[in-house]
């Protein structure tokens, strides 16, 4: 396990905010690789647990990953820094690119680059959907449920009532074990 320190928490969030392409749902594997395997800061189900919370508060995915994970590893310092290395790297391209779109956008090398990344996007997606699916579809009520929510969601439902009513679900269901159990 690599020492946790604010030098170390800049080090990691700075080199996912470079590789993070595609948004907040290709953030699993990623993550899972640089804190689970390499580091062993969190485990895979802390991953999950973080990931499904970031998706539910405002903001963008990434960045409530960081301060999750930052948060758990050095609380309020730890949180402040992994939003700082994972920004800097996005906030800097941004400047950069917006000064040099019109330009560059055009150049058939960046259309074939910008394709490339569209497919390696896609395959981020698929892994983080396996991901979640294995940590998420652990009965038959849950496997019925995300039909149902999928269903619901296809014929327009808001996502809002989807999220909330599962959230619902998710506490009832719990509530019901730990009475089971007890």
């Known amino acids: 396990m690599q020492k946790v320190s ?3 928490i800049f080090k990691v969030f700075f080199k996912i905010g470079v590789i993070l392409l595609g948004g907040g749902y290709v953030i ?3 993550m899972k690789n640089e804190l689970t395997e390499k580091r062993n800061w ?3 189900d ?3 647990d973080y990931y499904c919370i970031a998706q539910c508060l405002p903001g963008i995915i990434a960045i409530n990953m960081a301060i999750l994970v930052g948060y758990k590893l050095m609380k309020l310092k730890g949180a402040l820094m992994s939003v700082f290395a ?3 790297s996005p906030f800097v391209s941004i400047v950069v690119v917006a000064k040099l779109l019109s330009a560059i956008v055009r150049i ?5 680059l910008f394709w490339g990344v569209n497919l390696s996007v896609i395959v981020l997606i698929y892994l983080t959907l396996r991901e979640m699916w294995k940590k998420s579809i652990v009965d038959i009520f849950s496997f019925v449920w995300f039909f149902i929510i999928l269903f619901l969601s296809l014929i327009k439902v808001s996502p809002v009532l989807l999220i909330i009513s599962s959230i619902f679900l998710g506490v009832i269901i719990r509530i019901i074990k ?3 159990n007890a």
């Open 6 to 8: 604010l030098v170390n």
């Open 28 to 30: 699993i594997p990623i």
């Open 42 to 44: 969190l485990s895979d």
């Open 46 to 48: 802390e991953i999950c």
């Open 86 to 88: 994972m920004s800097l």
């Open 108 to 112: 058939p090398f960046i259309e074939g």
């Open 178 to 180: 730990d009475k089971k």
